[in-house]
């Protein structure tokens, strides 16, 4: 893939606030999306910053020809992946559908900032929804009262979490999600679900700890595997099928090339994410596929919201990763009624 023209961020940022962003940044220009532009909506490249100083990159889409102020959602996610894969093809067409939208790449991913490269972490992750809250608020097309967000994979997990911690956030979709800390403290389906099984967790990656400060560097998990085997489960192959693929494959992209930094996990291990999300008043809406490996995931965190405006939405014959991108799948009549609903200003 060409590289296209990058230009320094102070001259093609648009309705953006610099003056305590840490860090200016370059944006790619060209379109390297890994789905086809929309001729319905507006497309531009902004940043904004997290509390604790990162910069993150966005692409906002708003629908052609808005006039006044427009709910707006925040987008991100899956884990391991940028805004050119997954959650660009959910806020374009969310920005089809009359929602001004952004999807940005986390901390440490992508285009945006943060040292060092390829981190995830329980409490960053989660902020930069808040953040991506924050940089809304100042945009003068957009109705402060009427924003909300939505998460993919390990992102739905981060969503939910930002939801409990912040009001401002009115609803929330968390599609084919992952709990992050779950799965790291107790692996898939809860297999490894052990004191002592997480304490090997520990040694090996607290050996990990001392080799990257010896290198002064973070080795990586790896990625998405490079060759698929018929041994290997199913989701793996699925995984592969996307990241791997034309159908997927970004240069940014961790999960399409190296991974992430093995260390990350540790954190994970130790901060249960959603922890407070019977808390959350305002609306949820989970979205999973009925043959997805990671369907538990949504359907445990749903037994744990409260109140009347939480839904669980099954689709049927889908799995993980045809909620990455399976226009056929992807429940966006459901998702627009749902935003729409609870971001109308009167919920």
């Not at 989660?126 to 109705?143: G, H, I, P, Q």
């Not at 922890?275 to 959350?280: R, V």
Request: aromatic letters at 10%; glycine letters at 8%; proline letters at 3%.
């Amino acid at each position: 893939m060409l590289l296209g023209i990058a230009c320094m961020i102070t001259s093609c940022m648009t309705d953006n606030k610099k003056s305590t962003d840490m860090k200016t940044i370059e944006l790619t220009q060209e379109w390297d999306k890994t789905f086809p532009q929309s001729d319905k909506v507006e497309h531009s490249k902004i940043t904004f910053h997290n509390r604790y100083g990162i910069t993150l990159a966005a692409d906002v889409y708003k629908p052609k020809n808005a006039q006044g102020t427009l709910a707006a959602i925040a987008v991100s996610g899956p884990y391991g992946a940028v805004k050119e894969q997954v959650s660009g093809r959910y806020a374009q067409t969310l920005a089809e559908r009359g929602f001004l939208t952004i999807a940005f790449d986390p901390s440490f991913y992508g285009e945006s900032g943060g040292e060092p490269r390829n981190l995830t972490s329980p409490e960053i992750s989660t902020e930069d929804f808040s953040a991506a809250v924050d940089y809304l608020t100042t945009r003068d097309d957009v109705d402060t009262g009427r924003i909300g967000i939505l998460g993919i994979c390990g992102w739905g997990g981060f969503a939910l979490n930002a939801a409990a911690n912040d009001p401002r956030i009115k609803a929330t979709v968390a599609s084919t999600m992952y709990d992050m800390s779950r799965v790291n403290a107790n692996g898939y389906f809860d297999a490894e679900n052990s004191a002592e099984s997480r304490y090997a967790k520990r040694i090996a990656l607290n050996e990990q700890r001392t080799k990257d400060y010896r290198s002064n560097g973070y080795e990586r998990d790896g990625g998405v595997v490079e060759t698929v085997t018929d041994d290997m489960p199913l989701f793996v192959k699925q995984y592969h099928d996307y990241y791997k693929t034309e159908r997927g494959y970004n240069r940014r992209s961790p999960n399409s090339n190296e991974g992430i930094n093995k260390t990350a996990v540790l954190s994970f291990i130790n901060m249960p994410l959603l922890t407070y999300i019977g808390e959350i008043r305002g609306a949820v809406l989970l979205v999973h596929g009925e043959n997805a490996h990671s369907r538990y995931f949504s359907e445990d965190a749903y037994k744990r919201l409260t109140g009347d405006n939480k839904e669980l939405l099954i689709v049927p014959g889908a799995n993980h990763t045809d909620l990455y991108d399976n226009l056929d799948m992807i429940p966006f009549d459901k998702i627009d009624a749902f935003f729409q609903k609870y971001l109308d200003g009167n919920n």
